[in-house]
């Protein structure tokens, strides 16, 4: 009886660990994944491959997102070691593993350089000011590459971030731009939950009661018009496109696949597809949110938003391969590859 229960432990185990996708070639076939969009893909790869710094990062205007804009106290192009971690979550999602194939060394330097960003005593991944949101999009890269490699010096580092994270959560359920737990708001908070999802799928402890309370506070932010609120009734309560997109996702992530408030926030999406202006900071992490939550709302739903947006992507692509907006081409291509490669499903944490 133990050995039956260790057996389906680890069966359960490799089933979060590795990805469970039919991949690119597959949606080829079915019309979703087209050859225009794979050889824009390879394009945006290729340019990020090509723009990769030595020291494994890539350079972005360091900055913050302040209500719709990115602020930032010069123009100068730094080491971004959340821009790197999202390059690395583009090569990632094509199926691309650390060390091997075309992009293997990409990955490599990519996953060394996050690594060198992790403070020995308290875990938290930053680098030249970066705070907890892009700490957050870090420990989703590391959860992705441990869950396809279990090296011990990424599991090492994976847990320290996690344990920084539910050391940081508010009263309220929520996370804001510092590691403390003050106060709170939507964006940061769905990006954190996706990491210890993501933690969680590969084998890392995370309570039950950090993710409940997580869902507590998105639940706080849901607006009677079907819109997520920035914050809850107690903050500011603007609403739009990029934050009523990642509260559906951050309800699909806790398993709220049926819930009426992710119907009506697929339906809002769905009217207010054409609010976001290409080359802000708001239009690819839109659609990086608005892509995972159209892609667990139904096929046909989710076709119709995918070609819509794959459209503009391809139309807006430089010749060089890459594309712009207001903080680099580096985090503009990288985003743009990681929303057209959704449907492949190589990565767990956008599979269905």
Known sequence: MRNTLILSAAILFAAFAFPRSTGADDHLQDGIYTPEVQSSVERGLEWLAAHQNENG?????????????????????????????????????????PGRGRYGEVLERALSFVLSCCREDDGYISSQGTRMYEHAFCTLFLAEIYGMSRRADVGDKLRGAVRLIIGCQNREGGWRYQPTPVDADISVTVSTLQALRA???????????????????????VGNDGSFNYQTSRGFTRSTFPLTACGVVALHSAGEYYDRAVDKGIRWLQRFRHTLNYGSYHYMYGHYYAVQAFYVAGEDTFREYYRGVTRELIARQEQDGSWRDDVGPAYATAMACVIMQVPCGYLPIFQK
């Open 57 to 97: 990062s890539w350079s972005c205007i360091v900055g913050y997102k302040l209500n719709e804009n990115y602020e930032h106290s010069n123009d100068r192009e730094s080491n971004h070691v959340c821009i790197t971690a999202i390059a690395g979550m583009a090569f990632l999602a094509s199926g691309a593993v």
């Open 199 to 221: 933690a969680r799928n590969v084998g890392i402890a995370v309570p039950k009661a950090t993710i409940d309370d997580g869902v507590r506070y998105i639940r706080g932010c």
